[in-house]
């Protein structure tokens, strides 16, 4: 497709996705140009049309590209001169630029001003605002006050005035967000509301799995340029108290490690680490009994069905992949067997729904986030460090699931009953302490809606 009124001056690759302007026709941005050496100080441009924003027609022949920088994950523009229809340049690379996108407009932006040991308003204001704003898209802001303001602020908006959430801050705003959409009396429309992450917080685990990203400027441009998305949750009861979760639920050094540490916030994400050296060091102990709705507890086959789906995994139109839980072939109601385990020597118990609960951590590879089930690991305590030391050498890329340390199920349900040890131990829930008494939790299959990328939430390499 040619743009220039000189032959190919201005053009869009075969597959129109990215565009090249000769250096004849563009007057890129001061800080491009300044990091070009004296030969290069004027390049041509090579714009991929995924980071294009918008464009403003200045005459006939002329265009400004407004853009997010790769390279510096700022918001630039360029002049691109010479063009034989400006206007309707601009509206075939604007088409281009959205194409499949989901069009949504009006985001209610949340953002907890302590999230990130206070950095969360700052990430907004500077990098992922900045974004929004350049696509012209409507941000209304509220700052929380206080623990649950954000729930309750979410529990009784007007759904209609908006398209979408956006938590700017950590896992515990985001589940706050979804517990407000799941405490409405209108929750199963509620949570057809994309919600979505900006990563401002200590653990941003959400925005990570749905987008692979972890800068906020290329988060925000994952949410702009993505498609509606449904992702897995479980329903957590505990004394008839109903709460949602949509990462995971764990118990043992892990959930101590955590939130056990709360009193050396001040270290940040290093308080974990050394709050599991110290609990490696001091050995305690954790004893609970496990009820579960087994689906599959051999690794083999779990292995063996995610490789298939991930050779298979094709994108639909509605952003998903085409292989739901319905084509798992060890999937089937025949198949399902329920299973006990008391647990005397318990080192980890950890049920999540992605795949990853950091962006260093794949602590369940094998995990889709749409498979309507709940992945279950369990590392026992007998012997004590080895297990343990070997997960935290191999969690990064998720190779401890070939320890033989490690007991995996794949589950739609699980009843948790914490035995009492005498010692103060803590369960934790999407990383925020919950009572420590049984629960209970159900796979809600595909209950969660966000905006990621076609290439967000994908399935990775085993
Ligand atoms: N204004 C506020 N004042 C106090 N607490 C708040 C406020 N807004 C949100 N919270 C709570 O702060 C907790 C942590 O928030 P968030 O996950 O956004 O940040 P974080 O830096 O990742 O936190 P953490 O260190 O716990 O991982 C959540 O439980 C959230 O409900």
Redesign the pocket.
Known sequence: MQFGIKTNSIRLDEDERTLYVDKACVVLPSDLRSCCSLKELKPDLLLSLKYLLRVDVVDSQAVILHYLSQSSRKCTHCTVYSLNNAYGFEQYLMKRAYAGTHGLKRFFVLI??????GK?NKIWQQMASPVFQTAHLECNIV?????????SIVANIDLKSLDAII?V????????CLNGLGDRKDNAVAFNTPLCMIP?????AFSYNATQETHPASVALEIIKGVKKSFDLMSFDQKGDISYSFLSANYGIIADSDVGTDNL?FMGENRTILGFLIRLFQKPTWKCKVEMEVVSSDRNEMRKAYLQRLQQATINKNGGTTDRIVNMPWYNEGNISRVTIDIQDLSVFYAGLLPYVAADMRVFPVCDIDDGLIDVAIIRSNPFRRPLLSMFMHIETGEHFNSDFLSYYKVRSFRFTPIDTGAHHYFVLD??EYPFVPFECRAAPGLGTTLASQAGFKLLSL
Do not use: I
């Not at 700052?143 to 729930?151: D, I, L, P, S, V």
């Not at 401002?200 to 941003?204: C, L, Q, S, V």
């Open positions: 907890n001003p302590f999230g990130g040991q969360a700052f929380t006050e206080y623990r649950n303001h954000a729930r938590c801050g950590g896992d515990g705003l985001f589940h706050e401002g917080g200590t653990g941003n916030r990383g925020e």
